[in-house]
């Protein structure tokens, strides 16, 4: 059985719709931005940034393909990103 790593991730975090949920996203390798409705209690401060948890899906060279879990807005929720800028949860 393989099991799915989480890690956390910096992104931009904006305000939302509602005060209990935030607006997340995130530039891939590609250069493509993604954009995830989070809600505010799955925030977690490390290092003076906000980050948002991420399942990682796959792997290639020294990309991860994640997943940002919430509610995408238009542009999906999986984003390929440098293996380095993965925060070990």
Do not use: C, N
């Not at 209990?20 to 891939?28: I, P, Q």
């Not at 999906?76 to 800028?85: I, L, R």
């Amino acid at each position: 059985m393989h099991t799915k790593s989480t890690f956390r991730l910096k992104g931009r975090i904006t305000p939302s719709t509602f005060s209990h949920e935030r607006l997340f996203s995130v530039e891939g390798a590609d250069g493509y931005t993604i954009y995830v409705i989070v809600p505010l209690k799955d925030l977690e401060e490390r290092d003076g940034d906000l980050t948002a948890e991420v399942v990682v899906v796959g792997r290639s060279g020294e990309f991860s393909l994640v997943t940002v879990p919430g509610e995408p807005v238009e542009t999906g929720q999986t984003v390929w990103v440098p293996e380095q800028d993965l925060i070990p949860a």
